[in-house]
C-alpha cells in the first residue's frame, strides 16, 4: 500500500535542499523508516516542529523509490524541549538514539520501540539520574537484541551465583573456574547495582553510592563497545555529574 499510518520516534534529522529535512525515524510497526519532510524547515510549517530528535508522532506516509514521504504528523509525546533544556539529559538521549539506531539496522522491534520511548519519557520528566536511566536503557536495549548479560550466574557455564568477576566478552558474570587469568573482579554492590538497571528495579538502584555508579559505568560502556563492535560516538559526550545518589 503506497500511503500508511504508523507511529514513530525521531532518531536524527539532516537537511535537504533549501526546506526539506530526511527524518530517520525507529516506528512501531515498520522498524527504521528514513523519510521526507517536505517544507518542515520554513517558518510556517505545520508540522516541523513535531519532527525534531526525541519527539513522538502520529505519522501519515507515502512509500517512495528511495526514502518515503511524511505527509502528516502529529504529536504523541513532546519529549524535545525538556530534555534539550538539561545537559546531561540532552547527551544521554543523543547515546539512547544512537544505539537504536545501530540496533535497527537490518530490522526493528515493536519491544525496541516501546523501550525507546519510555526511557526518553522518563529522562524529559526527571524520574531518575540520567546516568542510570541510560545505563539501564542500554542493558536492556542490549538483551532485547539477543545480547542479554547475566549478572547472577556464570555466563559461560551457568554455574548458580553469585560470582564476583566479569568478562563482557564471555556476557557478563563468571565463575572462578570460566575467569580467564587477570579477570577484572567486582564488589557484590556494584554486580547487584547492574542487575538492578537490568531488572529496572528503581529502588534498589537509586540506594547506590557514586563510587558503585561510576564502576558500574565502565562495564556498561565496554559491554556496548564489544556487541556493537564500535563504540557510541555519543557516549563520550554524555554528562555523567551525579543528580543525586544514596550515601
Not at 171 to 195: H, K, M, N, Q, W
Request: with cysteine.
Amino acid at each position: 500500500m503506497p500511503v500508511y499510518r504508523d507511529e514513530g520516534v525521531v532518531l536524527r534529522t539532516h537537511k535537504l535542499g533549501e526546506a526539506d529535512r530526511i527524518v530517520t525515524l525507529l516506528t512501531r510497526q515498520h522498524g527504521k523508516v528514513r523519510a521526507v519532510a517536505k517544507g518542515v524547515r520554513r517558518t510556517g510549517s505545520k508540522f516541523g516542529s513535531r519532527l525534531e530528535p526525541f519527539m513522538v508522532a502520529d505519522l501519515q506516509l507515502y512509500e517512495g523509490r528511495s526514502l518515503d514521504v511524511i505527509t502528516q504528523a502529529e504529536s504523541l509525546g513532546s519529549y524535545g524541549a525538556e530534555i534539550a533544556a538539561d545537559y546531561a539529559r540532552y547527551t544521554a538521549a543523543n547515546a539512547m538514539v544512537e544505539t537504536a539506531d545501530r540496533l535497527s539496522e537490518s530490522e526493528g522491534s515493536l519491544q525496541q520501540y516501546l523501550l525507546l520511548v519510555g526511557a526518553l519519557r522518563s529522562l524529559a520528566r526527571g524520574e531518575h539520574d540520567a546516568g542510570m536511566t541510560l545505563d539501564s536503557y542500554l542493558l536492556r536495549a542490549l538483551s532485547m537484541a539477543g545480547w542479554a548479560p547475566s549478572f547472577l550466574d556464570c555466563a559461560r557455564c551457568g554455574t548458580p551465583g553469585p560470582h564476583e568477576t566479569v568478562v563482557v566478552q564471555l556476557g557478563g558474570v563468571v565463575c572462578a573456574e570460566c575467569a580467564p587469568a587477570g579477570a577484572p573482579r567486582l564488589d557484590a554492590s556494584t554486580i547487584g547495582y547492574l542487575g538492578a538497571l537490568l531488572a529496572g528495579a528503581w529502588a534498589q538502584a537509586e540506594g547506590s553510592d557514586l563510587s558503585t555508579r561510576a564502576k558500574a559505568t565502565g562495564i556498561v560502556a565496554a559491554y556496548v563497545q564489544w556487541h556493537l563492535e564500535r563504540g557510541l560516538r555519543s557516549l563520550a559526550h554524555v554528562d555523567r555529574r551525579p543528580q543525586g545518589a544514596g550515601a
